[in-house]
């Protein structure tokens, strides 16, 4: 059975989101942040080197990163499903979503965060500039979105479930106003009739409020 090592408010809700999607069976070990520093606690962090969540184990394999994590669970527990293979008219759109938000618009909201949190970095060109690039990495969303009901194409797949982290819990850390993104919010309020999406956030985050809108 698959261990998943889940910190509360963290992009590890992808990896319990899409053990529900495959139905797969797992066992979820919770793990809260250290109240001050908002880190993950010493127990988790000793799982691995990277000292950061999701972890998760099988058997002898450990491994970290969400997104080598959903791909190896597609892999090995899977047979394949909500990925799609090279032949697939859609396969570039879903490799090129799928690492879309930990490739770019995830890092440009950590910029953001941390330049807001410097008092001399307020109005400097370089904050400037990170805002602008979330703003034009919304905008592709955006326009993505308006192309296609999910992020590869007709189908719902992990490209979908490696970006409503960043679309929604992330904006914890990094506030953004998705009110000027009609076909974003349109996707966000399907995502939110998903049976496995409304179970893996209770299992992990109960009582969290989802932002989804």
């Known amino acids: 059975m698959l261990t998943i090592h889940h910190l509360g408010i963290s992009q590890s809700e992808r990896v319990v989101w899409l053990c529900e999607e495959l139905a797969i069976d797992y066992e979820l070990k919770h793990y809260t942040r250290d109240p001050v520093t908002r880190l993950a606690p010493p127990e988790l962090r000793a799982l691995h080197p990277a000292g950061t969540a999701p972890v998760m184990t099988d058997g002898d394999v450990q491994i970290a990163e969400s997104g080598a994590i959903v791909q190896y669970i597609i892999a090995r527990h899977g047979g394949g499903r909500l990925a799609l293979p090279p032949e697939h008219p859609d396969f570039g759109n879903y490799l090129y979503w799928f690492h879309f938000p930990n490739g770019n618009l995830q890092p440009h909201l950590g910029r953001n965060m941390v330049l807001g949190r410097i008092e001399a970095a307020k109005g400097h060109p370089a904050t400037l500039s990170a805002q602008e690039r979330v703003t034009r990495a919304l905008a592709m969303v955006e326009a993505r979105l308006g192309e296609a009901p999910y992020f590869a194409g007709s189908a719902f797949t992990a490209a979908d479930i490696m970006n409503v982290f960043t679309l ?40 969290m409020k989802l932002l989804l809108t």
């Open 168 to 207: 929604t819990t992330m904006r914890y850390f990094q506030p953004w106003d998705l009110s000027g993104y009609p076909n974003l919010l349109a996707y966000l309020a399907r995502i939110a009739l998903r049976p496995a999406y409304i179970a893996a956030m209770a299992k992990g985050d109960p009582g």
